[in-house]
């Protein structure tokens, strides 16, 4: 690879220091280096993505990864973490190892990982894509919640519930694990539903195929009150969705492109970022 496309957090490189390093570095190697362009919300400015590139150094979190595949929507470019976060189960690479990781970007062509999103469509076919998950959770009060769950075009259950989690095989270890759902591995191609506080004595998650429709129903509360209800993608965007309104959820036609260089097993690594939490 020649040409890199770099994509700071700001909050976790406040001067550039650790970004110019890994810039100046790529550039004493006769590669050629961009850093990202961005709003003042911390977005990727659309459009703005160097014609040539080949590879996005995401340098923070899970976080900071999983906003860059959202910013970067459609575009294919392939992305390596580089984790200056805690967890850190998307970024590959810790700091300390990261040049070593460069050397290897200029000689091989690495390992891409295809994860699969989610598509969630609402009001007025309003459309936005989730790496991680797709939550819908009670607004206001603490009061229960009542869901209607139909896969394609079927009733499957209604949850009485705090909430419900649509969570990608990337995103089952985030709040779907929190929330008691399982772990899954993370190139599958499956999606899980799984409800946040069920008023149930034995609500468990629900495993679904990637080509499955699903469509949540917010149902009337009691009395025929209206019920409000946060859509929250990746918990980033957020709409407030009513009684009676509905959100379709499917794969979405675009992946996450994820550079792979460790060799660990997805276990391996789960087992170790895990250790004590």
């Known amino acids: 690879m020649d040409c890199f496309y770099i994509i700071p957090n700001k ?3 406040k001067d550039y220091t650790i970004t110019k390093r890994i ?7 006769g590669k050629t280096c961009y850093i990202s362009e961005k709003d003042g919300e911390g977005h990727i400015i659309p459009g703005t993505v160097p014609d040539g590139v080949e590879c ?3 340098l923070g979190g899970d976080g900071t990864l999983i906003r860059a595949v959202r910013d970067l929507g459609g575009n294919s470019l392939p992305l390596l973490g580089i984790n200056l976060g805690t967890l850190g189960y998307l970024a590959d690479v810790e700091l300390k190892d990261c040049e070593r990781a460069l050397d290897r970007l200029f000689e091989d062509t690495p390992e891409v990982e295809e994860r699969m999103m989610l598509e969630g469509v609402f009001r007025r076919n309003r459309t936005d894509i989730a790496m991680n998950d797709i939550v819908l959770a009670r607004e206001g009060k603490v009061r229960i919640i009542s869901f209607n769950i139909y896969v394609n075009g079927t009733l ?5 519930a705090d909430g419900v989690i649509l969570s990608t095989p990337t995103g089952s270890t985030g ?9 899954v591995e993370p190139t599958a191609q499956i999606i899980v539903i799984t409800p946040i506080c069920s ?8 495993v679904l195929s990637a080509e499955d429709t699903i469509e949540i129903e917010i149902c009337e509360g009691r009395y025929g009150r209206q019920e409000q209800v946060s859509l929250c993608f990746d918990g980033a965007e957020q709409t407030t969705l009513v009684t009676g309104e509905r959100v379709t959820i499917r794969k979405a036609g675009q992946t996450a492109r994820l550079i792979k260089l460790s060799k660990e097993s997805f276990m391996k690594t789960m087992r170790k970022k895990m250790k004590g939490n």
């Open 175 to 183: 709040y779907n694990l929190s929330a008691g759902g399982p772990i």
């Open 23 to 29: 810039c100046r570095y790529i550039e004493e190697h």
């Open 156 to 160: 499957l259950n209604t949850y009485h």
């Open 56 to 58: 996005g150094l995401v």
């Open 199 to 206: 008023h149930a004595l034995n609500t468990s998650s629900v």
């Open 11 to 13: 909050l976790k490189d």
